[in-house]
């Protein structure tokens, strides 16, 4: 059966949907995909319980293309190349701007104060220790997949209604339209009009996924050849960059290497704070300045200090929240120039953090970003607990772009190295039983 015989994907998303006044899966970028790109944190907290902390992705997905980027109040205006305040707020929370007020949350909720020794494992990192929390942080995106994906097919055969169904939940878990329409295709060859056991479906739908992610499995790696090699990470705020440069760097360390940690994110006190946080933890120099100096600078002096001290790596962390996004692309890009005036081949890595809890946004985020300064890989964080791991299928989908990492908390050893397999089958979820 070919898709059309599933009656026209494009029409029940766009046309059935709307006559039943139900609202669309979502599926697609708005077309100014930057009206999506949320910088401001609604969630306004930290990671806690249910869903770590992260931009609604319903509000960002409904925005109208004109507004999303914008701030909702008009603060005073952040100049990029702007000079250091006389008098900069001790903490963030005293400055008036949207973004200091911003940080003040962060920092109150955000310490991250405990000067544990990262550099030995607690336990040695195997494998099979990270797929079991990996398994334990998708349970809810494959929870509510292969809920509404087995609900489908207690009573009924494979019919057209069926598959069509399962083709509404594969698209609203996340996966996108390429995926879902892949494993019903491969079922409405091997299954119409017959049953399907829940396990048989699973597995499909994991190799479906596989499918789609090996070829982004790439290993995040220094060329040694570079020194320092020059990793710029970027991303919105709040989706784990600065957590996720701590971690590295702790493993880099713990593999003998030599690294400077350059704090660029100069807007906000407590990304300052904590980066030297990690700098302590992980025996590596930290080039920072005071709030509200130019990053760009900030960036050229540490390109200076890492190659004085041999540093076998520079990560620099960078700003997520500037007054709009034309500002932020503007900084990150400036950055970029004053790297290659200095080293000419360099940043040779862009790692662009997501926030899987973002959902649809994410896909957003990876064109702009890339865009603006060529994110050469990705790192998903909070895949922990949310329902939305399923989008790193359709950005993989989509852009193609590799995937280094995968974090699962906010400890030291919850990032990982990506293995689509191990993705394909967290997602997927447990086989009956088992
Ligand atoms: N649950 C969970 N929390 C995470 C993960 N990675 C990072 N976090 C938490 O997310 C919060 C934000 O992380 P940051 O590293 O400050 O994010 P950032 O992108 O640097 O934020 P800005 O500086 O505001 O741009 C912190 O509380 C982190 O501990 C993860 O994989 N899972």
């Known amino acids: 059966m070919s898709s059309d015989q599933k009656g026209g994907l494009w029409r029940r998303m766009f046309g059935r949907r709307a006559e039943d006044q139900e609202p669309a899966p979502e599926t697609e970028a708005p077309e100014d995909a930057a009206a999506a790109i949320e910088t401001e944190d609604p969630s306004g907290g930290e990671p806690s319980g249910e869903e770590p902390r992260g931009p609604d992705p319903d509000d960002a997905i409904v925005e109208p293309v004109t507004s999303g980027f914008e701030p909702e109040a008009a603060p005073?205006?952040?100049?990029?190349?702007?000079?250091?305040?006389?008098?900069?707020?001790?903490?963030?929370?005293?400055?008036?701007?949207?973004?200091?007020?911003?940080?003040?949350?962060?920092?109150?909720?955000?310490?991250?104060?405990?000067?544990?020794?990262?550099?030995?494992?607690?336990?040695?990192?195997?494998?099979?220790?990270?797929?079991?929390?990996?398994?334990?942080?998708?349970?809810?995106?494959?929870?509510?997949?292969?809920?509404?994906?087995?609900?489908?097919?207690?009573?009924?055969?494979?019919?057209?209604?069926?598959?069509?169904?399962?083709?509404?939940?594969?698209?609203?878990?996340?996966?996108g339209v390429e995926t879902a329409m892949a494993v019903t295709d491969r079922l409405s060859e091997s299954r119409y009009q017959k049953g399907i056991e829940p396990d048989a479906l699973r597995r499909i739908l994991a190799e479906e996924v596989a499918r789609v992610l090996e070829p982004v499995e790439k290993p995040f790696e220094l060329d040694r050849t570079k020194k320092p090699f020059v990793v710029l990470v970027v991303g919105v705020n709040g989706t784990g960059k600065t957590t996720t440069i701590g971690k590295i760097a702790a493993k880099l360390v713990r593999d003998g290497r030599k690294v400077v940690l350059a704090a660029g994110d100069t807007f906000r006190a407590a990304a300052v704070e904590q980066l030297k946080i990690w700098g302590e933890r992980t025996k590596s120099h930290v080039v920072a300045r005071e709030t509200g100096s130019d990053a760009a600078g900030l960036v050229y002096d540490a390109l200076e200090d890492a190659a004085a001290a041999g540093a076998d790596a520079l990560l620099i962390d960078t700003a997520g929240r500037l007054q709009n996004r034309t500002e932020l692309m503007a900084e990150l890009e400036k950055v970029v120039r004053v790297i290659k005036k200095k080293v000419p081949d360099a940043p040779h890595a862009v790692l662009l953090v997501l926030d899987a809890t973002t959902g649809q946004n994410a896909l957003n985020q990876v064109e702009i970003f890339s865009k603006a300064v060529g994110v050469t890989g990705l790192v998903m964080t909070k895949l922990d607990g949310t329902a939305r791991g399923g989008i790193l299928v359709a950005i993989s989908a989509r852009h193609q772009l590799p995937v280094h990492f995968v974090g699962v908390g906010e400890g030291v050893d919850d990032l990982a190295p990506f293995s689509a397999d191990d993705f394909a089958t967290a997602i997927a979820g447990r086989p009956e039983g088992g």
Not at 115 to 125: F, G, M, Q, S
């Open 76 to 175: 005073e205006p952040v100049d990029a190349e702007r000079e250091a305040p006389a008098d900069p707020p001790a903490t963030a929370s005293e400055g008036p701007d949207p973004i200091e007020t911003r940080v003040g949350e962060s920092t109150e909720a955000d310490p991250d104060p405990e000067p544990e020794d990262v550099l030995t494992p607690a336990e040695p990192e195997t494998k099979a220790g990270f797929f079991r929390r990996l398994m334990s942080g998708l349970d809810r995106t494959s929870s509510s997949l292969t809920e509404g994906v087995t609900g489908l097919f207690t009573k009924r055969k494979l019919d057209s209604e069926t598959l069509q169904d399962l083709e509404d939940v594969l698209i609203q878990a996340d996966l």
